[in-house]
């Protein structure tokens, strides 16, 4: 199979159509398509109509803002008669043997091991923090996403225990590595809120592919077996442009 991977579209920066649509059987967007989650999803409809195949989209911080952190649990029957399959919390799909699994997966505070220091910057630094509530229960807060961080991975985690024959692919927006950082990030008080190390898990359950978005950092490294890419577009605007690496024609083998 094979995969079209794009992430950080940003559309609220400018709109992104593609100069050509590579070959490919699965699109997989790992996150922030647009400003909001209503701007989202509208802007996923009309990928679906010159993505000719099905869509695994998994929401980024940005892509919950304006309403609440759980919104993408439900109501997406109208994404789904598009071909857009929405994984935000360790839901699963399989297409043609190839197992899908993913969820925003925030991040769990820990790297860097400085975690008030860096869940503070984030409540004053993230625009989530000012504009994403938890349902029916007030503002979000580092710590809810601490929490949410531990029911996604171990739903994730639920998922790749199970027995499967065909090739396994994890699709996250938070990072599960800090080697997804650039050089000297990793050091930073700002780390923890990009990137989690999943290092263990990646051991352990060995998914062949694992493909996460946030840091707008373009990356293709191994952590034993587990192939991690990410392909972020980050910002464009009329004069300028973001340098992350991205390539709009990536597609990978699995």
């Known amino acids: 199979m094979k995969l079209w991977i ?6 609220d920066s400018t709109y992104w159509v593609p100069d050509r649509i590579p070959a490919h059987d699965v699109m997989i967007i790992a996150g922030d398509v647009d400003g909001s989650a209503a701007e989202t999803e509208q802007t996923l409809l009309l990928i679906a109509r010159w993505a000719p195949t099905p869509i695994i989209f998994v929401p980024g911080n940005h892509d919950v803002m304006g309403g609440d952190m759980d919104a993408w649990d439900r109501g997406n029957e109208d994404l789904l008669d598009r071909g ?4 935000s919390s360790g839901q699963s799909i399989v297409i043609d043997d190839v ?8 991040t769990d505070w820990q790297l860097g091991d400085r975690e008030w220091q860096s869940q503070a910057w984030a409540a004053r630094h993230m625009r989530e923090y000012q504009s994403v509530s938890r349902p029916g229960d007030g503002p979000l807060w580092p710590v809810h996403t601490s929490d949410a961080h531990d029911m996604h991975l171990a739903a994730i985690e639920g998922v790749l225990s199970r027995r499967h024959e065909g090739p ?8 599960p590595s800090p080697l997804s950082l650039r050089p000297g990030e990793e050091r930073g008080v700002e780390a923890a809120a990009y990137a989690s190390d ?15 978005g946030h840091t707008h950092h373009a990356c293709d490294y191994h952590v034993g077996a587990t192939r991690v890419v990410s392909n972020p577009r980050g910002y464009v605007r009329d004069d300028w442009c973001e340098k992350t690496g991205w390539n709009e024609d990536l597609t990978i083998e699995v």
């Open 6 to 11: 794009v992430s950080d579209l940003h559309m």
């Open 84 to 87: 857009i399959h929405v994984l």
């Open 99 to 106: 197992r899908f699994v993913g969820g925003t997966l925030w």
């Open 168 to 175: 396994s692919v994890v699709v996250t927006h938070h990072a």
């Open 198 to 212: 999943l290092e263990e898990t990646m051991m352990i359950w060995g998914p062949d592919l694992w493909v996460h």
